[in-house]
Nanobody, 126 residues
Framework: QVQLMESGGGSVRSGGSLRLSCAFA????????YAWFRQAPGKEREGVSA???????TYADSVKGRFTISKDNAKNTLYLQMNTLKPEDTAMYYC????????????????????WGQGTQVTVDS
């Protein structure tokens, strides 16, 4: 089992920045990817960014150039630095972890992930 806990959400004005953190623990040796997803009210959950153990990163087109994913292995923490935030970034943000054994989905598809955090709310005011 792997446990994930997000923090760092909040309210910010359009154009502002936030940094989300996700502390992970448990059987992390079997984890291949970590990712951030988000879900706005009435919308499907969407992949925001993912980072593989080799350091490869991928981003949704809507956040490229504004968001940066990173991981501190010494602290067992995943980060999402979000700059130039827009009202359309308002959502519940979740971190997720994918095991090597899970062959489903691509890095930005929710079906690829086995473990999820509880989420942290990000609200961007115009």
């Amino acid at each position: 089992q792997v446990q994930l806990m997000e923090s760092g959400g909040g309210s910010v004005r359009s154009g502002g920045s936030l940094r989300l953190s996700c502390a992970f623990a448990g059987n992390i040796a079997g984890i291949a990817y970590y990712a951030w997803f988000r879900q706005a009210p009435g919308k499907e959950r969407e992949g925001v960014s993912a980072i593989l153990n080799g350091g490869y990163t991928t981003y949704a087109d809507s956040v490229k150039g504004r968001f940066t994913i990173s991981k501190d292995n010494a602290k067992n923490t995943l980060y999402l630095q979000m700059n130039t935030l827009k009202p359309e970034d308002t959502a519940m943000y979740y971190c997720a972890a994918k095991t090597y054994a899970n062959r489903h989905g691509t890095p930005l598809e929710s079906s690829a992930y086995n473990y999820w955090g509880q989420g942290t709310q990000v609200t961007v005011d115009s």
